[in-house]
């Protein structure tokens, strides 16, 4: 097929424009994260005396997410469970879920579908850090270091990845992010494939006004104790 030059120019623009956004959008999760790095000092430095004081073992959990592409990276947060505890019991459920063969209230009661319920893993500091959300906080550096944007799709663990159709490794397509539309309109309310398809919604809209107005919308998730993962 012979392209136009009508149709050579409206693709160079795309192109241009694509460019343009991933650069405000990086210019953005960097200075962004620096100034919430920079303000949350004081509550970090509190939140890890208070995880070594509460159980043994490191302040930081760090876990291999995939990112952009499927490409692995270490995912930060703060520890919220007993340290080297058995994970089995997770992959499980969460691959249940994915295969939609998971109960309906599996996860409702602990806030999210990929929370278990009466997890014992969970430190008494690590259930009051994951409701409140601070234990996300490391995953500023994530966003520095450009494995993760401020938002995007949730970063997968490489055993959910294990079992998606092929339509879910197009949300790999998209660099993840600490927040999202699923975080802040869907949580616990609906399917893997739901959120999912958000995912996709997300990345076809996506500009830095929708960006903004997603991490507007995560202040009062977190605030009410619904946005946290």
Excluded at 104 to 111: I, P, Q, V
Excluded at 145 to 167: F, I
Excluded at 179 to 202: A, H, P
Aim: glycine letters at 8%; aromatic letters at 8%; charged letters at 20%.
């Amino acid at each position: 097929m012979q392209h136009t030059p009508y149709l050579e120019a409206n693709t160079e623009v795309a192109l241009t424009q694509r460019k343009l956004y991933h650069a405000g959008k990086r210019a953005f999760d960097v200075t962004l994260s620096l100034v919430a790095l920079a303000l949350l000092s004081p509550v970090c430095a509190l939140v890890a005396a208070l995880i070594k004081l509460d159980s043994a073992g490191p302040v930081f959990f760090r876990q291999t997410r995939l990112g952009l592409g499927g490409k692995p990276f270490t995912f930060y947060k703060f520890r919220t469970m007993q340290h080297n505890c058995d994970n089995n019991v997770h992959q499980n459920y969460v691959q249940a879920l994915i295969r939609n063969e998971a109960p309906d209230n599996a996860g409702a009661a602990a806030g999210g579908g990929y929370k278990l319920v009466q997890d014992r893993r969970i430190t008494r500091v690590g259930a009051i850090l994951r409701k409140t959300s601070l234990d996300e906080i490391p995953q500023l550096f994530n966003v520095l270091k450009g494995e993760m944007s401020l938002v995007g799709p949730r970063p997968p663990l490489p055993y959910e990845v294990e079992v998606y159709q092929d339509w879910h490794k197009k949300r790999l397509d998209v660099i993840p992010g600490i927040t999202g539309l699923w975080q802040v309109q869907g949580r616990s309310r609906v399917s893997f494939d739901e959120m999912v398809r958000m995912d996709l919604d997300y990345a076809a809209q996506s500009s830095l006004w929708l960006d903004l107005k997603i991490i507007v919308l995560t202040i009062p998730a977190v605030l009410t104790g619904s946005g946290a993962r």
